[in-house]
Structures are given as structure tokens and as C-alpha cells.
């Protein structure tokens, strides 16, 4: 307190208001935090009154905030070790002294090379198929349920997923178990109170971490001893250690607790915005029916490609263009994380202040990603943003610099590999609808975001597309698709406009080939939609959702009576037989 009361007297000279003694300005940026916008407005308020550069107390830490092109690229290049990563007591306690979050200048660098590498694109190749099957499996088991916690289940498959990666522990089974509740007590201890007590969550999380060094340790001496070899990030590094590939200088040797204390950083650093990256995309995913139109259609472009097979490639991967778009918007609208901490390591001027040595410095980069500027419309969830290039510092999803994220590609790749399976096989609506934040440091939805999920009817337009075109009489496949279209309709109103606009677009497939259906529209109606029946469906005419409403019960009964005519077939058969 003494030192924070020191420093904010320091800062007589930046703009701003450091609110109530002790408290500071805590209350309203707590409570604007877990509002829809986050902190948005915090800032936005202070930034009209002070400036781009403005001083605030928050959680007993008098810091700087500030925003734009010139605060970036000063704060996060942090060229001539301008500035160093400012973590929490209970950060530092937590991930150890070693940890590459509390390293600076040369041996950062050092560290984060051997850290990077192992996480860089090639190496993601060998573990593909361990996610995509578990991507496949955790969405099995979201169909028949009568409440999916997005938030819940996208924890429990990004954990899976780490801790395989870096230590192959096994997705299923007692040690995942309690590695997961460990790992939870962790978590929850980054925003306790940093009391060493018994009884504290600040005590739990320091015990539990010992619990999970002790995993760690198990696994280290077996694999310097030569047994349980596993192609993982802790085996590369171990690889490290030893004489031959080590150098002269020692560069590429890792102490064991170096080891641990960047394994649990990791865990730490790629769990929570992983899982918080994946539960707002499928929920913006919700909120915008045109943009996962156009992802899903690129997904089954891709499913199409592989004749039926569930098993993605890498080459397949590398086609999803857009969904890296749609992962770059989603970043951007969410901020999942809306503000990176620095410290000052030496006096520097900025925008006409004078920052001094040791004070905390913000990056407001909720503001940088909602700037009309640079993001015209900012609410809007538009990946088409990401089409060109942008100017660097003005996209930080993943931050930028010496700091940038080095598990940017882990992540992408679980989220594509996670939604690819969920756009082609699955559709959701939300039971609850509530936009508030979690007010914790990676911004998540509160209500967990809360689904219900179906399995797409047989296929949709782009699949239907290829398939009926190949249909002649009434084979078995085509009357299931007719089956699974007459079940459609009994679930139709509970389900949005996009979805139908997707099966109309099947029905209209078969309209065109049965050709017997009569729908009863005016020629103009039928003209508009064969030009392009998706686009007709997904405008904004109320119409539609009567239109298909028709054109499904015309369709059932067309089904029932072929039914009743196959019916009557098979039965003379058997009765002349
Ligand atoms: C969508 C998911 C992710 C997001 C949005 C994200 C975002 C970020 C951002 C913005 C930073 C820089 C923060 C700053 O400059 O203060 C960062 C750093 C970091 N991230 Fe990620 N991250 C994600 C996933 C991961 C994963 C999967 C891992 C681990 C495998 C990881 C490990 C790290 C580490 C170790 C750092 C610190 C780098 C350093 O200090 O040099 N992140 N992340």
C-alpha cells in the first residue's frame, strides 16, 4: 500500500483520477468488466476525459493505461528493455521463479527459443490426429443432453488436449482426473489473496502445484533414465539436456525445475484463453447465421473432399482460410484478454509524459480493438477484416513482439480441427441468453454459454448438392433423406433461419429432381429462388419462414404417401412371393 501510495504521488504529472483511497477506482472496473462490453467503457470514459495516457488505481496497483499505435509498439516491442511482463504476487508465486512470464532481456529470448520451437507449425503435425479424435469424441457426447456448458466442455477438451501435448497424459482415466483438479485449484488461485495459510485458495493452489511438480519429477527421471519415451514438448526439451546436443555455453540445457516451472506456465498461459477463444466463437458463431453459412460451407468442401472418412489431414488444415478469419475476428471482438501489464525498466517519455522506472503500465487493448478507425462497426462480427493484411499493432489477439504469444499455433489448430467437426455434424441454439462477462482475467462468457445441440438431419445444402444430383428412382438412400427431412420439420420451429435456409436449399434439390412436388408458389417466387435459394432464404423476409414451413409439410406428405406406396409394394411382394 505504502509503495502504491509513493507511486501514485509520482504520477502527479499524468492525467487521471486515482478514485478512493485503497480502493481506487476498483469498483467501477470491476463492474464494468463483467458487463457485455467489458471495460470498454471504463476506458473509453477516461480516455475522453484524460486522453490516450492516463493514471487509475485498481486492485491496490497505481498503474498507467494507455492505448493506441505508439503505446504498443513502445510497451509491447519493448525495444532497449524498455519495459518488462508485470505479473501478479500470486502469478509469481505460482509459476515459479524460472518461469518464462518472469524472465527479461537475454535470457528470455534464450528460454523462449526452446520453448517456441517445439510449439511451431511443423510440430503441430503429430499431434492432429490426437485432436481431431478427441474433438470427435467429446462432440458425441453432445447430442441428447438437455444442457451443454460450452464453457465447461471446451475447458475439458482444451485441458485434454495441453496436457497430452506437453507431458502426454492420457485423456481419460485417474490421472487426468486428479490432474485436472489440481490444475482447477491452480487456477482459482491466480486471483486469490496471496495469504499462505491453511485453509486459503492461495494455499490450496501453492499444494496443489507441489502436487503436480511431483508428477512432473516422476515423469522427468523416468525419461532421463531412458524409459516411457513419448513424442511430447516436456520429451523435446529433456532432449535438451543431454551432452550431445547440449552446447559448449550450456544455451540449450534446462534445469528440472526450469522444466516444471515452463510446463505449468504453459498449462497456465494456453488453458483458460483456449477454452475462452472457443466458447465465444461457437457462441458468435450463433449470433451470426451468414458467417457460419459461409464457415460451414467450407468445412464440408473439405469433409467432401475425403469421401466420407472422419479422419482431417493436415493439407486439409491448411484449407481453412476462412476459419482462420473467423478465429482472428473472434479475438478481436472478445479481447479475451483486454489489457497487457508491463513494468517500466527505465524512465521513457510517451506522448509527451514522462513515464518513470518501476511504475505498472497497461496496454488498453480492449480500445485499440474497438477503435471505429481501424474496426469500422467494431459490434460487429465481421471476419471478412481479416481478408487483407493489417497494419501491424492494430490486430493483437495474440499480442505482438518479444511477448507474442508462442502457442498461437497450438491454439488455432484446436479450435479449427474442434469447430470443423461441430459445423459439419452439428447444429446448437442457446438456452439462456445473457451477454455479461466472468469478471476474471480472461474475459468468458458468465452463463457458460449454455446450448442445446442436434445432429444435422443427414446433410446439409453443399453435401445434399453433390448427393441427390446422383440419385435415380427411389433407392433406400434417397427415401431416408426424405425421412430425415419429414423428422426435420417436427423439430422446425425451435430452430433458427439459417439451418432452415440450409435443409430448404436440400428441399429444393429434391423439388428439382422429384419434380412432381407441387409447392404452390407464384413463378416470380420460384424464380428468385433457384437463382440462388440460400441467399433468397437467408434474407430478411418474413416470409420465409412460412414459405418453408410449406414447403416442409408438402414435403412430408410427398414422403408419407411414397412410404405408403413402397409400403404397399413391398407388401404385394411378399404376399405373391
Ligand atoms: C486462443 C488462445 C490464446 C490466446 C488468445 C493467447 C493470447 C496471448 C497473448 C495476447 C499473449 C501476450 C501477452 C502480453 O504481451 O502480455 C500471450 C503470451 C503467451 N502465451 Fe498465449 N494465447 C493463447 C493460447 C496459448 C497457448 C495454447 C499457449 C501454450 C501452449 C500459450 C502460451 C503463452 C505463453 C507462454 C506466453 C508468454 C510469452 C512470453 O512471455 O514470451 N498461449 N498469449
Excluded at 490516450?52 to 486492485?59: A, E, P
Excluded at 466463437?281 to 468445412?299: A, Q, S, V, W
Excluded at 513494468?343 to 517519455?349: I, S, V
Aim: proline share 4%.
Amino acid at each position: 500500500l505504502l509503495r502504491s501510495w509513493a507511486t501514485s504521488r509520482a504520477m502527479g504529472g499524468i492525467p487521471g483520477s486515482m478514485g478512493w483511497p485503497i480502493i481506487g477506482e476498483s469498483l467501477s472496473f470491476i463492474s464494468e468488466f463483467s458487463s457485455p462490453h467489458g471495460i470498454y467503457n471504463f476506458m473509453k470514459n477516461r480516455q475522453l476525459r484524460y486522453g490516450k495516457v492516463f493514471k487509475s488505481s485498481i486492485l491496490g496497483r497505481s498503474t498507467v493505461f494507455m492505448t493506441g499505435t505508439e503505446a504498443s509498439k513502445i510497451l509491447l516491442s519493448g525495444k532497449d528493455g524498455m519495459v518488462s511482463l508485470n505479473l501478479f504476487y500470486a502469478g509469481k508465486q505460482l509459476m515459479g521463479p524460472t518461469s518464462l512470464l518472469q524472465t527479461t532481456g537475454e535470457a528470455h529470448k534464450q528460454l523462449r527459443r526452446m520453448i517456441a520451437e517445439p510449439l511451431s507449425i511443423d510440430n503441430m503435425k503429430k499431434y492432429l490426429q490426437f485432436i481431431n479424435n478427441l474433438a470427435i469424441d467429446t462432440l458425441d457426447q453432445w447430442t441428447g443432453r438437455k444442457a451443454i456448458y460450452v464453457h465447461d466442455e471446451a475447458s475439458t477438451f482444451t485441458l485434454k488436449v495441453i496436457s497430452n501435448i506437453l507431458m502426454s497424459l492420457e485423456p481419460c482415466g485417474e490421472e487426468q482426473e486428479q490432474f485436472r483438479a489440481n490444475f482447477k485449484l491452480i487456477s482459482s488461485a491466480f486471483a486469490s489473496l496471496p495469504l499462505c495459510i491453511p485453509g486459503t485458495c492461495f494455499y490450496r493452489g501453492i499444494k496443489a502445484r507441489d502436487r503436480i511438480y511431483s508428477l512432473l519429477d516422476g515423469m522427468i527421471t523416468q525419461r532421463k533414465e531412458g524409459s516411457n519415451i513419448q513424442l511430447d514438448f516436456l520429451q523435446s526439451l529433456i532432449k535438451k539436456h543431454s551432452q550431445e546436443t547440449a552446447t559448449e555455453k550450456g544455451e540449450d540445457k534446462l534445469t528440472d525445475t526450469q522444466l516444471k516451472d515452463n510446463i505449468l506456465t504453459l498449462l497456465i498461459a494456453g488453458h483458460d484463453t483456449t477454452t475462452a477463444a472457443l466458447t465465444w466463437l461457437i457462441k458468435f458463431l450463433e449470433e451470426n447465421p451468414t458467417i457460419l453459412g459461409k464457415l460451414r460451407e467450407e468445412h464440408i468442401k473439405i469433409q467432401e473432399g475425403r469421401n466420407g472418412s472422419s479422419i482431417l489431414s493436415w493439407p486439409e488444415v491448411s484449407k481453412m482460410t476462412y476459419t482462420s478469419k473467423v478465429i482472428n475476428e473472434t479475438l478481436r471482438k472478445a479481447t479475451i484478454l483486454p489489457w497487457y501489464s508491463r513494468k517500466a525498466a527505465q524512465d521513457f517519455e510517451i506522448n509527451g509524459y514522462k513515464i518513470k522506472k518501476g511504475w505498472s503500465l497497461n496496454l488498453d487493448v480492449v480500445s485499440i480493438h474497438h477503435d471505429q478507425k481501424l474496426f469500422p462497426d467494431s459490434q460487429k462480427f465481421d471476419p471478412s477484416r481479416f481478408d487483407e493484411p493489417l497494419p501491424p499493432y492494430n490486430f493483437l489477439g495474440f499480442g505482438s513482439g518479444q511477448r507474442m504469444c508462442p502457442g498461437n499455433n497450438l491454439a488455432k489448430l484446436e479450435i479449427s480441427v474442434f469447430i470443423h467437426h461441430l459445423v459439419c455434424k452439428y447444429r446448437w441454439r442457446h438456452l439462456e441468453r445473457d451477454d455479461s462477462v466472468q469478471a476474471t482475467l480472461v474475459r468468458m462468457p458468465k452463463n457458460k454459454y449454455p446450448i442445446i445441440v442436434e445432429k444435422l438431419y443427414g446433410w446439409d445444402a453443399m453435401a445434399a448438392n453433390e448427393r441427390i444430383a446422383g440419385f435415380h428412382g427411389l433407392n433406400s438412400e434417397k427415401l431416408r433423406c426424405l425421412q430425415q427431412l419429414a423428422n426435420f420439420q417436427e423439430g422446425y420451429p425451435c430452430w433458427y433461419h439459417h439451418e432452415i435456409g440450409y435443409y430448404s436449399a436440400v428441399v429444393f434439390h429434391l423439388f428439382r429432381f422429384f419434380g412432381c412436388i407441387n409447392f404452390g408458389f407464384s413463378s416470380s417466387m420460384y424464380k428468385t429462388w433457384t437463382v440462388d435459394p440460400l441467399q433468397f432464404l437467408l434474407s430478411d423476409d418474413d416470409d420465409i419462414n412460412n414459405i418453408t414451413g410449406k414447403i416442409l409439410s408438402h414435403l412430408s406428405l410427398v414422403i408419407r404417401k411414397k412410404e405408403r406406396l413402397l409400403q404397399d409394394s413391398t407388401d404385394k411382394q411378399q404376399q405373391q412371393s
